[in-house]
């Protein structure tokens, strides 16, 4: 059975108030849920500790980037098995935002991942196309040499570990969100890669990101290949976020 996971990515967003008071809301929000879903928070990694902290265990916690290198002389950088050392759980890995803003390439993206796994954290893959791409007919294809790119980095059991956000670039802070049919039908498409790369591919949780809100959450989550979503500024509010960890359906 592949999981239900809502990710809060709050980016370059937050202070340690911020992290006081909204980390508390959010489990109060959560805690008279019982659908299953598993909550992530992913604050810058300044803040991490305290998120940690505020977190009591019930809400997972995740890095937005991690180095190429297990250590060494790479001022500013930080390494996988620092952000597992300090608790965190998962990482992401190629936002569109690293790839766009920091040139990030689909092999730097291919190594992260292979750090973040070795480390034992999770990897959450983001993967998705720009609007020309997509207004050339080529979403399918440019996201599929991604998810290629990215897999190659992993082996075996260590699918378990992987994690899927599809975020296109041209939804992303927007307020623009793929219609659900669109979004599930490049769900199946990237379930399909997994398969063709001999990965469990049922089992692994395919997210969407881009402008999900409260009120458009409940349809994208119902699509079957959509296991959850990974949420930008709609994370920032305890309300908005935990209602959108409400529109995971239920266990069924
Ligand atoms: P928004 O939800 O603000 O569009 O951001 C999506 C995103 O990039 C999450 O990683």
New binding site residues.
């Given amino acids: 059975m592949r999981r239900k996971i809502v ?1 809060g ?1 709050w ?1 370059m967003n937050g202070s340690k108030d911020l992290v006081n008071s909204l980390v508390g809301e959010i489990r109060s929000g959560l805690a008279s849920l019982d659908n299953g879903v598993e909550v992530v928070i ?1 604050p810058p990694a300044l803040f991490v500790s305290g998120v940690v902290d505020q977190a009591g265990g019930e809400v997972a916690v995740g890095v937005q980037n991690v180095a190429c290198w297990d250590s060494g002389a790479y001022t500013g950088e930080i390494a996988a098995g620092m952000a597992r050392d300090v608790g965190c759980s998962y990482t ?1 890995v190629g ?3 690293r790839r766009q803003l920091f040139g990030e390439t689909d092999g730097q993206v291919a190594v992260k991942v292979g750090r973040a796994l070795a480390s034992g954290l999770g990897a959450v893959i ?1 993967v998705g196309e720009t609007l020309e791409e997509r207004e050339a007919g080529k979403a399918e294809e440019v996201v599929s040499g991604q998810v290629r790119e990215a897999a190659s980095e992993v082996g075996g059991s260590q699918w378990s570990q992987v994690v899927i ?1 599809y ?1 296109p670039v041209w ?5 623009k ?1 793929a219609t659900a049919e669109d979004a599930q039908a490049m769900h199946a498409s990237i379930r399909a890669v997994l398969t063709s790369l001999g990965a469990p591919a049922d089992e692994i949780s395919l997210l969407y ?5 409260a009120d458009n959450a409940a349809a994208l989550f119902a699509q079957p290949d959509i296991d959850g979503g ?6 920032l509010k305890a309300d908005d976020f935990v209602s959108i960890c409400r529109a995971v359906p239920g266990r069924s």
Avoid: M, R, Y
Avoid at 171 to 175: K, V
Avoid at 230 to 235: C, D, F, K, N, Y
């Fill in positions: 990710a990515n980016k992913i992401l936002h569109s935002e983001c956000a975020e939804a992303i802070g927007t307020g969100t990101g881009g402008s999900v809100k990974l949420i930008g500024g709609a994370s």
